[in-house]
């Protein structure tokens, strides 16, 4: 079957963006009360649920086929031969603290493979958009990745361990190295505007662990449809189900993944 995928990926983008209206609706008002705590440092609000279900609905009028892989559950989780892959609200606990980082991430697969991926990063009013074999856009430009070639003039990003910590000492180790051979690293919050970021070129690479498909499936697409590279720490070349991931341009990818493979792998 032949999917209009670009016409797929323009639906999804304004579907994004009538949720994310909703979500900066609820900001506003949103205290700290409404809080759920799903497990140690995983929260969760109404909003996030909310904000699923209104994707959920639209997606399935978009294309009803598809099965589905949601962060907060409010369907059943079923993978199909195409499922859509959703992050309601990417980059929650800076939600709740009112940090102006966090973003939608929703991602159609064919079985493991991203075809459409779109994050929208309300705050900034900005549509990261992609799909297979179409290259990647943001706000209707066409984005690339930035070439850089020495790590010395890169920016990066990072997530921190979060609710796993055995690998804190070797996460702690790649950063000084990092941080000593960058013009910086960077932790935003959220995984998906990490790698919407390489895409565009404000970071020249993004690394994480303890990481979820929901997180990454779109930001992947964003990625490697941008002219980046991306990869498990061991090298697995599609990392959605892997929970740990490096992307980069492809200039620095080799330099940049050998300092995270050499203490992470």
Excluded at 114 to 140: D, R, S
Aim: glycine letters at 6%; proline letters at 3%; a negative charge.
């Amino acid at each position: 079957m032949q999917l209009e995928l670009e016409k797929i990926t323009q639906a999804v983008c304004k579907l994004t963006q009538e949720v994310g209206a909703y979500i900066q609706a609820e900001a506003k008002a949103f205290t700290s009360s409404k809080v759920e705590i799903k497990s140690f440092n995983q929260l969760v609000s109404y909003v996030d649920k909310t904000a699923e279900k209104i994707l959920v609905e639209g997606l399935m009028k978009i294309y009803p086929d598809a099965g589905f892989l949601t962060e907060e559950e409010t369907i059943n989780n079923e993978q199909k031969a195409y499922t859509w892959v959703i992050d309601p609200l990417d980059g929650t606990t800076n939600f709740i603290h009112q940090i102006p980082v966090y973003s939608i991430s929703v991602a159609l697969l064919h079985n493991t493979k991203p075809i459409v991926g779109v994050v929208f990063e309300m705050n900034k009013n900005e549509t990261f958009y992609a799909w297979m074999n179409g290259g990647t856009y943001l706000n209707g430009t066409k984005i690339y990745v930035k070439q850089t070639s020495d790590l010395s003039e890169t920016l990066v990003a990072t997530g921190f361990p979060y609710y796993t910590f055995e690998k804190v000492q070797s996460y702690l180790q790649v950063l000084q190295e990092l941080i000593q051979k960058t013009r910086g690293v960077r932790r935003l919050g959220s995984a998906a505007v990490d790698l919407a970021y390489v895409a565009c070129g404000r970071f020249d690479g993004f690394f994480e662990s303890s990481l979820s498909p929901w997180d990454v499936a779109a930001g992947i697409l964003l990625v490697k449809e941008a002219g980046g590279k991306v990869s498990a720490f061991d090298n697995n070349k599609n990392p959605i189900f892997d929970k740990e991931l490096i992307a980069a341009s492809t200039a620095i990818y080799p330099s940049f993944a050998a300092i995270v493979q050499s203490k992470l792998a």
